[in-house]
């Protein structure tokens, strides 16, 4: 028996990464996974992951950066299983590069906060009246180390900023319909999108070095795994988390604390 036993959970970016380990540790959990994202290969390995653990799944393949793409895997959640109980707004990243306040790079600006912010809007309401008629939801945005303070990129960071205030006043709305709504926050996580010799580059330094200074921003002096926000995702999308609600929670090992 899982705490997350006859649940139905739609993980957005759900095919590698924060998204993949999220949507494994829900499915250990006894829920039926369903993952989205753009790449079909990565969604249907995770989905035979969920099966081996004996979770039923559905891969879909979307794209964030559109509203209808944004909205499908909703719709397709609530087609084949008929609810949906649990949404984590994990898709995420940056669109472009710089993104240098003097350069005016409006594309890159504006579609950094459409993955990151605008798509969790568009996913989760598509998703909420379901869950008010359910009279159960649970809604986990992923936001950022840069949700809470400055150091990352203009684009990024607004937008994880803003998946706080989506967050807060979105729980103050859904709480009388049974709806938490939290924010969790990783640190320095090794994931695809971190790239090393990339972010080396952009500081003038090796990627060795790069690495160093950033495990250094956290007080266990390291890069955490992305399995290590699966439990606390689960967690919160758990019944017994009903009084966690309108939060901003952080893994990320003591990140500039």
């Known amino acids: 028996m899982g705490r997350l036993d006859g649940r139905v959970a739609l993980i957005t970016g759900g095919g590698r990464g924060i998204g993949r380990a999220i949507a494994l540790e829900m499915a250990r959990e006894g829920a039926t996974i369903v993952v989205a994202a753009r790449t079909q290969a990565e969604l249907d390995s995770v989905v035979r992951e969920a099966t081996a653990l004996g979770s039923d799944g559905l891969a879909v393949v979307a794209d964030a950066m559109d509203a209808d793409g944004s909205r499908a895997p909703v719709a397709a959640a609530i087609e084949r299983y008929g609810r949906l109980d649990i949404l984590v707004?994990?898709?995420?990243?940056?669109?472009?590069?710089?993104?240098?306040?003097?350069?005016?790079?409006d594309d890159a600006f504006t579609g950094t906060l459409v993955l990151n912010l605008t798509s969790a809007y568009w996913?989760?309401?598509?998703?909420?009246?379901?869950?008010?008629?359910?009279?159960?939801?649970?809604?986990?945005?992923?936001?950022?180390?840069?949700?809470?303070?400055?150091?990352?990129?203009?684009?990024?960071?607004?937008a994880k900023h803003g998946l706080i205030g989506f967050t807060r006043a979105l729980a103050a709305s859904a709480a009388p319909h049974g709806i938490t709504v939290n924010c969790l926050c990783p640190g320095w996580t090794n994931t695809a999108l971190v790239d090393w010799d990339r972010i080396g580059a952009t500081r003038g330094v090796s990627a060795e070095s790069a690495r160093a200074t950033s495990e250094a921003d956290s007080l266990q002096n390291r890069i955490l795994e992305p399995s290590e926000l699966g439990p606390m995702a689960a967690l919160l999308a758990a019944p017994e988390s009903a009084g966690i609600t309108g939060q901003v929670i952080s893994v990320d090992g003591g990140y500039k604390v």
């Open 123 to 158: 996913t989760t309401t598509a998703a909420l009246p379901h869950m008010r008629e359910a009279g159960f939801g649970r809604v986990i945005s992923i936001g950022s180390g840069y949700a809470k303070r400055s150091g990352g990129g203009l684009a990024y960071s607004t």
């Open 89 to 105: 707004n994990n898709v995420g990243g940056s669109v472009g590069t710089g993104h240098d306040p003097f350069a005016h790079e």
